[in-house]
């Protein structure tokens, strides 16, 4: 059924159609919508049976859900930027258990200073975490993401998390096509978990594993990451069979046939650049978008083999290695291992400044006449970043960051004197 609504209340009702027994809900911005949606449907009557539990923190909304997934319910739970991080203990242990939880992540940078806008700061900190990382490019990828999440999730015995882009998908309202219930269950089988706390066959979840077992567990992890790489584009075929539309997957090409310079992204940005891309397309220029819609596990031989045939690859990230430079990049680099092609980074979009078609534009132009520095910054203000470097420079008492760089632009009052 087609729908005019928001981004967060369309993933709530995906969620609800795939009948979760157990959510957790705590909120943070942007995230809050979805558990608000989900609490409307289980307090109607339209969800159910499902047991909404509030809890005091992210890290007691993760310890809710291994709790209730050990226990044998559907659960899920949903969260942002710095209660991400809340519950890191938390979703290291869902993933060393085995625990098929889906959690949405509403994409939001990472404090200090404080920004509630999107970048992919927070997902990108939990990379190595053990958990299956789906991007959505689009409100209907991210509807259609997290039903194939738990179908995923619960196959494999693995933790799966929907990153969204916080505000610019959350909170936008876009035209979906709503699966029915009947279309869903008969997608989705019911859960039947590996593992199971039962009174009548008691057993030990979690116990503790010394030096002479934990690397095994750990390459487990690892095999069933592997797995999920063959699993993602098949559940992928199946969803598009069964409801008429390609979503997810491990990554999807636009316009890279005949492209000499291809630019991989993951998130909604996608969208802007292949309107880009179509008008450079336009003035002849031969260029490409590479989505990738699986993070983790990463594809590389499916990046690979549409780089294989590009003379530059540009990966435009909204995350940042401090001290080193891209997070993706260095993933991409693995997949282009003795491939000869020009590699760029941008870093772009961080906080949630706007990426505008013109920028990008700019600067694919740049990577095309191969001017661009191996590791650029799009619309990065270099007048105050110097002007503050001169100020530490000048004295040892300089005054906080965030602080002087808002009085040098004018957001905020000059100190009195």
Known sequence: MQKQIEGSRAVAESVALCRPEVICAYPISPQTHIVEGLGELVKSGELKPCEFINVESEFAAMSVAIGASAAGARSYTATASQGLLFMAEA???ASGLGLPIVMTVANRAIGAPINIWNDHSDSMSQRDCGWIQLFAESNQEALDLHIQAFKLGEELSMPVMVCMDGFILTHAYERVDMPAQAEVDAFLPTYEPRQVLDPA????????VGPEAFMEVRYLA?????????RIPQIAAEFAQRFGRNSGGLVRDYRCEDAETIVIALGSVIGTLKDTVDELRNDGVKIGVLGIHSFRPFPLAAVRAV?????RVVVLEKS????LGGVVS??????LSGLQLNGYTVIAGLGGRAITKASLARTLRDAIADKLQPLAFMDLDWGIVN????REAATRRSGPIAENLLRDIGTVASKVH
């Open 201 to 208: 066959d008691p057993v030990s979840i979690g116990a503790m």
């Open 320 to 323: 940042f290695s401090v001290g």
């Open 330 to 335: 260095t993933d991409v680099r693995l997949a």
């Open 222 to 230: 690892h095999a069933k990451q592997t797995m999920a790489l063959e």
């Open 91 to 93: 979703i290291y242990n």
């Open 307 to 311: 780089l294989q045939g590009a003379k």
């Open 387 to 390: 002007r503050q470097l001169a």
